[in-house]
């Protein structure tokens, strides 16, 4: 029974009392494992074009950019990257004053060629009197990670990723904030010169995020010839979802009913709001320097190549359906387009006469598509491509991660660790009809696959509940097509020691 002060609280964040009802049962009822069909690879659902059919669609694409549809590349910003000083967290809460484990004695064997030297060794002398190399010299290697990682330093253990300085150059060091706008302008900018580059945000580091796209934005729209659209925005209250107790029933922190974010799949609302024809879609620490951009922007323009040659043809057989004027020839090609290109099948198709048979390609042609680059498996956590059986009968591609499969089926584990792909977060999508008007986003997710997951708040154990992932449910009724790109363009940071990877420096 929800109290007054409950709906007050539903009411400031926008959440109906039946989201609250939908949420609670299902943390009672749980969520199914889906059903495969394969793991996606090469011989089955994932492409790999020919050097001729890469340089059609990257001539596609080039085309695309000269007409005047709006490109938008959106950036999932928010993360914290406090889990890339885990280990140096553990440090310096230990009992230990010397690095003893490999990371630790690779960390401060290295600390030089860390892009963020300069500023560290400053915050050093600030906060301690003494530089780098005075501070390890005395034995003092925690005053050094005191200076990276706590507020009176740099205070990287509390800031974004993309506000961390990852890469060194002649001119001074980048954020990957600043690597991603250098990325659209080259790839993502339309025939109006417009770069338009939107960052999910947390809400207290929206200003600093602000702050450096106003000091630096002017010098690459410059070098780049490009006019910088940069906007920002939050994950909406109205995403968070209830936490429940071990009993199923609301969390209650101190007699107030306890909200957490619903997960990266809350995005899909702030991807709803964007007003664009093609949206790229990457992590935010998924960057290279400029000397390694090469294959990045190749492989971006590529996969962009693929969307908009696909797009293209599904809008000419709406068209066509739409007109009335089709032969029975005419409706099995449409059918064996949906089949072979986009990779949607439904073994009942073969029962329907013509009048059905229209009717579900129109529907099953006209959704939001979106184009997913896939690399080789090189034992990455995090999810992979498949062939998914869907609540309407149909199998099509999906991006499933492990919690989405059951694991206790031997031959489903099998399938999950032998992928030959990983997904890297490398999208583009098509978000218009072929009227023109955009998709409503929030109709295409499968809410059946979200995930639940154990927490605890002040010693009492809970129940956290995450929307359906963007790339995985929220994402799960769009026509989705594979692509193999090269490892080349997968360089993430997990850890503050990728920074030292020959590809981030």
């Given at each position: 029974?929800?109290?007054?002060?409950?709906?007050?609280?539903?009411?400031?964040?926008?959440?109906?009392?039946?989201?609250?009802?939908?949420?609670?049962?299902?943390?009672?009822?749980?969520?199914?494992?889906?059903?495969?069909?394969?793991?996606?690879?090469?011989?089955?659902?994932?492409?790999?074009?020919?050097?001729?059919?890469?340089?059609?669609?990257?001539?596609a694409w080039s085309a695309y950019t000269q007409s005047r549809k709006t490109i938008v590349k959106f950036v999932p910003a928010s993360g914290a990257a406090s889990r890339m000083f885990k280990d140096l967290f553990e440090f310096l809460g230990s009992d230990?004053?010397?690095?003893?484990?490999?990371?630790?004695?690779?960390?401060?064997?290295?600390?030089?060629?860390?892009?963020?030297?300069?500023?560290?060794?400053?915050?050093?002398?600030?906060?301690?009197?003494?530089?780098?190399?005075?501070?390890?010299?005395?034995?003092?290697?925690?005053?050094?990670?005191?200076?990276?990682?706590?507020?009176?330093?740099?205070?990287?253990?509390?800031?974004?990723?993309?506000?961390?300085?990852?890469?060194?150059?002649?001119?001074?060091?980048?954020?990957?904030?600043?690597?991603?706008?250098?990325?659209?302008?080259?790839?993502?900018?339309?025939?109006?010169?417009?770069?338009?580059?939107?960052?999910?945000?947390?809400?207290?580091?929206?200003?600093?995020?602000?702050?450096?796209?106003?000091?630096?934005?002017?010098?690459?729209?410059?070098?780049?010839?490009?006019?910088?659209?940069?906007?920002?925005?939050?994950?909406?209250?109205?995403?968070?979802?209830?936490?429940?107790?071990?009993?199923?029933?609301?969390?209650?922190?101190?007699?107030?009913?306890?909200?957490?974010?619903?997960?990266?799949?809350?995005?899909?609302?702030?991807?709803?709001?964007?007003?664009?024809?093609?949206?790229?879609?990457?992590?935010?620490?998924?960057?290279?320097?400029?000397?390694?951009?090469?294959?990045?922007?190749?492989?971006?323009?590529?996969?962009?190549?693929?969307?908009?040659?696909?797009?293209?043809?599904?809008?000419?057989?709406?068209?066509?359906?739409?007109?009335?004027?089709y032969t029975h020839g005419q409706v099995i090609e449409v059918l064996q387009f949906l089949q072979k290109k986009l990779f949607c099948k439904n073994p009942e198709t073969k029962n329907l006469e013509d009048a059905e048979l229209v009717l579900y390609l129109k529907n099953k042609l006209n959704r939001p598509m979106r184009v997913c680059g896939m690399v080789k498996n090189v034992g990455e956590p995090g999810g992979g491509p498949f062939l998914v059986y869907n609540s309407d009968g149909t199998i099509s591609l999906q991006i499933l991660e492990s919690s989405q499969i059951d694991m206790s089926d031997p031959a489903k584990k099998e399938m999950f660790e032998k992928g030959t792909h990983f997904n890297p977060v490398d999208l583009v999508c098509a978000v218009r009809d072929y009227k023109g008007h955009k998709f409503d986003l929030n109709r295409y997710v499968d809410k059946e696959t979200g995930f639940i997951s154990r927490k605890s708040r002040n010693g009492q154990e809970l129940k956290a509940l995450e929307l359906p992932g963007l790339w995985n449910g929220a994402m799960s009724d769009w026509n989705t097509v594979f692509v193999e790109i090269p490892l080349s363009t997968f360089n993430p940071v997990k850890t503050v020691n990728d920074l030292l990877r020959e590809q981030h420096q």
């Open positions: 029974m929800l109290a007054p002060q409950d709906k007050a609280l539903l009411a400031g964040k926008g959440i109906s009392e039946v989201q609250i009802e939908e949420q609670l049962k299902s943390f009672q009822a749980g969520f199914p494992f889906l059903r495969l069909d394969a793991a996606a690879s090469i011989e089955k659902g994932i492409s790999h074009p020919t050097d001729e059919q890469q340089e059609a669609y990257l001539s230990r004053d010397a690095p003893a484990t490999t990371f630790e004695q690779t960390f401060f064997d290295h600390i030089t060629e860390f892009a963020f030297y300069d500023d560290l060794n400053v915050a050093c002398v600030e906060t301690s009197g003494k530089d780098i190399p005075g501070l390890m010299g005395d034995g003092n290697y925690k005053a050094v990670v005191s200076a990276l990682l706590d507020e009176a330093g740099l205070n990287y253990g509390s800031l974004p990723k993309g506000l961390l300085k990852f890469h060194k150059y002649e001119t001074g060091s980048r954020t990957p904030m600043e690597e991603h706008l250098v990325e659209g302008a080259l790839y993502a900018t339309g025939k109006s010169g417009k770069s338009n580059i939107h960052f999910t945000v947390s809400a207290e580091h929206r200003d600093m995020f602000r702050s450096l796209s106003e000091q630096k934005a002017s010098a690459f729209a410059a070098v780049h010839r490009v006019d910088y659209n940069i906007t920002f925005s939050e994950q909406k209250p109205s995403t968070d979802t209830i936490a429940a107790d071990v009993n199923n029933q609301p969390f209650r922190d101190n007699g107030k009913l306890l909200f957490r974010p619903g997960g990266h799949g809350a995005l899909i609302e702030n991807l709803n709001d964007l007003d664009a024809d093609i949206i790229f879609i990457k992590n935010i620490d998924n960057v290279v320097p400029d000397r390694l951009k090469a294959d990045t922007v190749r492989y971006k323009r590529l996969i962009a190549g693929v969307l908009v040659t696909l797009q293209k043809q599904a809008f000419d057989y709406l068209e066509l359906l739409d007109s009335g004027s």
